[in-house]
C-alpha cells in the first residue's frame, strides 16, 4: 500500500490500544489463543462476572490507524487504536462461541482464570476498559473491521 506523509509532518502522536486484545484478536496468539481450544470443545464461558469491558482491534485497523496518523494534517497528541464498538466479556464470550458454532455455558471462575493465566490474568481478562477511538473516527478513519464478530470471523476463516 502506497501513502504518502502529510505536508510539515513534524508531529507527535501518542497510540493508545487495548494491547492485549489487539494483539491477541489481530495475530490469534496469547490470550485468544488461549481461549480457542476450550471454546472450540465447547467448554468456553464467561470470565469472572462477564461484566468488564474488553476493548479489542483487529490487526488490518491497527496498522491502518498507525498509517492514518502518519498521513493525516495535524493530528497529534493521543489517540486510541481501538475498535469503535467495544464488548463485555459476556459478549465477547458470545460472540466467539457463536463464531466457533459452539456452546458457552460454562463461566471460568477467577481462580481458573489465574491458574491459565498466572499474573497476567487480572490485566488480560479481569480488567475493564472500555476504549473509544473517538479521534481516529473524528479524523476520518474507517474502520475495516468495526464489529467484533466481523473481526472474529475474519481472523478465524469462518
Do not use: C
Not at 490500544?17 to 496468539?29: C, K
Not at 472450540?40 to 498507525?66: T, Y
Not at 463485555?88 to 471462575?109: I, K
Request: proline share 6%.
Amino acid at each position: 500500500m502506497k501513502f504518502q506523509m502529510a505536508k510539515n509532518s513534524l508531529f507527535a502522536v501518542l497510540l493508545r490500544s487495548p494491547w492485549w486484545i489487539s494483539i491477541a484478536v489481530a495475530a490469534g496468539i496469547f490470550a485468544l489463543a488461549k481461549m480457542l481450544l476450550p471454546f472450540r470443545l465447547g467448554a468456553g464461558g464467561v470470565v469472572g462476572s462477564g461484566k468488564q469491558w474488553w476493548s479489542w482491534v483487529a490487526l488490518d485497523d491497527a496498522v491502518g490507524a498507525i498509517q492514518h496518523a502518519l498521513v493525516t494534517a495535524g493530528l497529534s497528541g493521543p489517540l486510541n487504536v481501538a475498535a469503535p464498538n467495544p464488548v463485555t466479556n459476556a459478549e465477547f464470550t458470545r460472540t466467539l462461541g457463536r463464531v466457533l458454532a459452539r456452546p458457552t455455558l460454562f463461566p471460568v471462575p477467577v481462580f481458573a482464570a489465574r491458574l491459565a493465566f498466572g499474573e497476567m490474568a487480572d490485566a488480560l481478562l479481569l480488567a475493564s476498559a472500555r476504549v473509544v477511538p473517538e479521534r481516529l473516527q473524528q479524523t476520518g478513519y474507517v474502520f475495516r473491521h468495526p464489529e467484533l464478530e466481523g473481526a472474529l470471523r475474519h481472523l478465524l476463516g469462518r
